[in-house]
């Protein structure tokens, strides 16, 4: 999961975005600059095969969007 979201260069720094995998679902946590930079991260892990479920709970830096 976390070499899916190496691929994207826009989801490194600033911008804060961490993985828990348990029992094959993911959990996402930390900011993002943009909704579609949220909206990438989860896209992305959930075509991560073996991925069964996301959990999107990725924040908006502020002044971010």
């Known amino acids: 999961v976390?070499?899916?979201l190496a691929k994207f260069a826009d989801l490194g720094a600033p911008n804060d975005v961490r993985i828990?995998?348990?029992h094959?679902?993911?959990?996402?946590?930390?900011?993002v600059?943009?909704?579609s930079e949220r909206d990438r991260a989860e896209s992305a892990?959930?075509?991560?095969t073996g991925v069964?479920?996301?959990?999107?709970?990725?924040g908006l830096n502020e002044g971010g969007g």
């Open 45 to 48: 892990v959930k075509e991560v």
């Open 52 to 58: 069964r479920k996301v959990v999107d709970t990725i």
């Open 20 to 22: 828990r995998t348990i």
């Open 33 to 35: 600059n943009t909704p």
């Open 24 to 31: 094959r679902v993911v959990y996402l946590f930390g900011e």
């Open 2 to 4: 976390r070499a899916e």
